[in-house]
């Protein structure tokens, strides 16, 4: 009997996780539902949590996490821009946003989408080991453009954002690398650095932190405009001479059709929350750059992102027009 | 400092209650047939999702040394291996309480499971960090064979049919090429599907085969099972058990610790080699088998110490050594903590809270294991159609809540099916598992190694020369000591 007892209370408790409540009204009058296209826990998942908890002190509603992975956002993106356009379901994205459109994965883009805030950024960055040869980006490209294809590069899987990076530095100099997939993401790289498998990675500072605190590796280039403020010791590839940039930028969107008034009420709340003492020192601490850009803003970002990787896919060759 | 800091951590209120609850549950989880500590832990694990990952790691590591330890009192008591590790426990366990010593047998089995903890515990202090260190040299080539060696361990052990336990690796393989393969961007099986893109998770397909796949073969198997009457006698264990005990201690443990430690191995395997060990050392084999206290003893001893030994390469290296590790690693990544070497930099007190919290684990066996034997029998007795639709349930929910998607609870139903099945064709579901997850690990390093730098390394590296030995040994080990069997047998 008392077992029996122990379970019911199990399954009620479960039940009670998944019960959504439904009312219409005047804009926010019930909980937001924000979709994240990432597994619970990701990179993804934790900066929108930190986000959406300070957020919804804002909003006057609760904000709802819904972690629907599949496909990196993919699955995510078309769910959101087909739920209806009312502000009460919306969700993040990342640089996928661009790519997933020009490699055939989904047919659709930002324009599907009416963007409420970009709110943060990490961009990329070219790490090698503590005792590592290279003292700069600048003798690291000259050496790899006298051994062309023998440095090696840990980077992701072709088509993601991380290995586009380091194929832009490869487009611009004119260099070659050896390049490594690492089958879960970029996050394999600073350990292969560390443990001199490869002579060098592509990642961005958030993933570089914990060893490069450690001291095992060091940054050769920042692919930002401005140096990251949780690493003000690594230099830009730009005050370095190298007109090199990679975002991997994040945005809240609603589906397209989303009155302005809506949006314009979600941005001022996230906004508030990404300018939030609790953001800033999670952001921070994780060595993550954040952002606070408005529709305007974001829409000429990536307008300009969307040239930027449609460029690069077609020079690498994994330009697909999606059906 | 992080000692410290861990002892603080793990001395609240609230961890003991969850380390307690948690092997409390485990213990529960493991005594009724059919419902594993692997199945336990999926189950639990969307749970631990909105815990602070230290809390939700300790639940989920007190549930892992309940559930080892459980089994024991269904094997002792009605002859049926709550969990596998306990297979072992039965052959001297149930004619033990035959003779009305089942409160002996239990004891014994208690204080065996506890102590050998413990020596996993310590173990896994002192041999950790030393492998930590050690594990930076671990790159996509030693990981290739890391693969190979965990995949030829299974393969060792499928249960009576080598062939069949190829099968189910290969099937496990085969499942986990589904999803966009990261070198080329190539989708491999997904049929359009963006939900097959990132690949089948195993969770839902661990819910499945274990969970679900059980339910079913209990529903159209079902033999009535009498409810339990006989007295459990003989609570306290005599002056000449605990000499039993001690003299067992040292090998048994040794044997778990290191077989724990090898992925792909597990208690399972551990209390099989250890019995073997136990059996062949004593002046009297023929005693094993007819309810003698040390088959208890090298069995449940080895089967927990191997607790301590699994947490090894999970937490060093990040390989799962078990199921039950596989999912403490779904577990700590969900937190965003990557187990390996990077751990043990950035989370110092998450990991002296681990040790402690594991020691303490130990202890809540003692507690557990002697207090409730008397009642034991009665939660086995609990009725099959009240339990069968609740785990059922259960299994539709954890395989849901893990990505909210329909589509897991369609995965975890097919791999129930597909389970039951394979499993009346003697093909085990933890072969399908470690295929699933061994596979991947093999695909991806070998061909990450071929980019840097060939195939050289594979065979080259010190570190994959030394595995590669170890998997000559594990592969011709079982065929020696046929062998030898048989040469016995002529004679």
């Not at chain 1, 209370?9 to 926010?28: H, N, S, T, Y």
């Not at chain 2, 099937?171 to 990132?198: A, H, K």
């Not at chain 2, 044997?255 to 062949?280: C, D, E, F, K, R």
Request: aromatic share 8%; hydrophobic share 50%.
């Amino acid at each position: 009997m008392k077992l029996k007892a122990i379970f019911l209370a199990a399954i009620l408790c479960l039940v009670g996780v998944f019960a959504v409540p439904a009312v219409a009204g005047e804009f926010p009058e019930r909980p937001v539902t924000y979709i994240i296209g990432w597994a619970t826990g990701g990179g993804s998942d934790l900066v929108s949590r930190v986000l959406c908890a300070e957020a919804e002190k804002h909003l006057g509603q609760p904000i709802v996490i819904v972690n629907k992975p599949g496909g990196s956002g993919a699955k995510a993106y078309v769910e959101i821009s087909q739920a209806k356009p009312d502000g009460y379901t919306i969700g993040n994205t990342t640089g996928t946003i661009s790519t997933h459109k020009f490699m055939g994965v989904i047919p659709i883009g930002h324009e599907a989408f009416e963007v409420v805030i970009t709110f943060n950024s990490d961009p990329g960055g070219l790490w090698v080991k503590k005792d590592a040869p290279w003292k700069d980006l600048k003798e690291f490209v000259e050496d790899a453009r006298k051994r062309p294809g023998e440095i090696t590069v840990a980077a992701s899987n072709p088509g993601s954002i991380t290995r586009l990076g380091l194929q832009l530095l490869e487009l611009k100099e004119n260099v070659k690398f050896k390049i490594a997939s690492q089958s879960g993401g970029e996050s394999a790289g600073p350990s292969l650095v560390a443990g001199g498998h490869v002579d060098a990675c592509q990642a961005a500072p958030v993933t570089a932190k914990s060893l490069y605190d450690a001291g095992e590796i060091r940054p050769l280039g920042i692919m930002s405009e401005t140096r990251v403020e949780a690493f003000p010791d690594a230099p830009t590839c730009m005050e370095q001479g190298y007109d090199v940039v990679m975002h991997n930028a994040r945005q809240v969107l609603a589906p397209k059709g989303t009155p302005k008034e809506v949006v314009d009420k979600l941005y001022a709340a996230f906004k508030a929350a990404a300018e939030s003492e609790t953001f800033k020192k999670f952001m921070n601490e994780s060595g993550s750059m954040i952002l606070t850009w408005n529709r305007e803003e974001s829409t000429e970002f990536l307008t300009k992102q969307d040239a930027q990787f449609k460029e690069l896919l077609q020079q690498v060759g994994l330009y697909k027009e999606a059906k | 400092m992080s000692l410290l800091a861990a002892l603080q951590a793990v001395f609240t209120f609230k961890m003991i209650a969850l380390i307690f609850g948690g092997s409390a549950l485990g213990i529960i989880v493991g005594a009724l047939p059919g419902l594993s500590a692997t199945m336990g832990m999926a189950l639990m694990l969307p749970i631990t999702f909105y815990m602070p990952p230290s809390e939700g790691i300790l639940m989920l590591l007190g549930l892992y040394t309940g559930a080892v330890f459980g089994g024991a009192y269904s094997a002792i008591l009605l002859n049926i291996p709550g969990a596998p590790p306990s297979v072992m426990t039965s052959l001297d366990g149930y004619p033990m309480a035959q003779k009305g010593e089942a409160g002996r047998a239990i004891s014994l089995a208690t204080v065996g499971s506890t102590l050998g903890g413990i020596a996993g515990v310590i173990a896994l202090i002192i041999i950790a960090p030393i492998l930590a260190k050690f594990a930076l040299r671990f790159g996509p080539a030693e990981y290739t064979v890391l693969a190979v060696f965990g995949l030829s361990a299974i393969v060792a052990v499928s249960g009576k049919s080598l062939a069949k336990g190829f099968a189910g690796v290969t099937l496990g393989v085969l499942l986990s090429t589904v999803g966009m393969d990261n070198f080329t961007n190539v989708s491999r099986f997904t049929f359009g599907s963006i939900e097959l893109m990132s690949g089948i998770n195993f969770i839902p397909v661990v819910i499945g085969l274990f969970g679900l796949a059980e339910v079913i073969s209990q529903i159209l198997e079902s033999t009535k099972e009498g409810i339990i009457t006989k007295a459990i006698n003989r609570l306290l264990l005599s002056a000449g058990d605990f000499r039993l005990i001690l003299k067992g201690l040292i090998p048994a443990s040794l044997i778990g610790i290191v077989i724990g430690v090898l992925p792909g191995a597990g208690g399972t395997i551990a209390s099989i080699i250890s019995y073997n060990h136990a059996m062949q050392s004593s002046k009297e084999p023929e005693k094993f088998g007819t309810g003698t206290p040390e088959g208890i003893i090298a069995a449940e001893t080895a089967n927990n110490a191997s607790v301590g030994g699994a947490m090894v390469p999970l937490l060093t290296l990040g390989v799962p050594g078990s199921s039950p590790a596989a999912i403490l690693l779904g577990a700590l990544l969900i937190h965003n903590l990557r187990p390996g070497p990077m751990l043990f930099t950035t989370q110092p007190v998450l990991i002296s809270t681990i040790f402690v919290g594991l020691l303490v684990a130990q202890f809540s066996l003692l507690l557990w294991g002697l207090g409730t034997a008397r009642i034991a029998p009665w939660i086995l007795a609990v009725r099959k159609e009240v339990m069968l639709p609740v785990i059922a349930v259960l299994c539709v929910i954890g395989a849901f809540a893990l990505k909210n998607s329909f589509f897991d609870v369609g995965i975890m139903l097919v791999s129930g099916i597909a389970g039951f099945f394979l499993n009346k064709l003697g093909i085990k579901p933890g072969t399908i598992i470690l295929g699933l997850i061994l596979g991947p690990m093999f695909e991806n390093n070998l061909r990450s190694t071929i980019e840097i730098s060939g195939i050289a390394p594979v065979f080259t590296s010190p570190i994959c020369v030394v595995l590669w030995v170890l998997t000559a040994a594990m592969i011709l080990y079982p065929i020696c000591r046929m062998l030898r069997l048989k040469k016995c047998e002529s004679e």
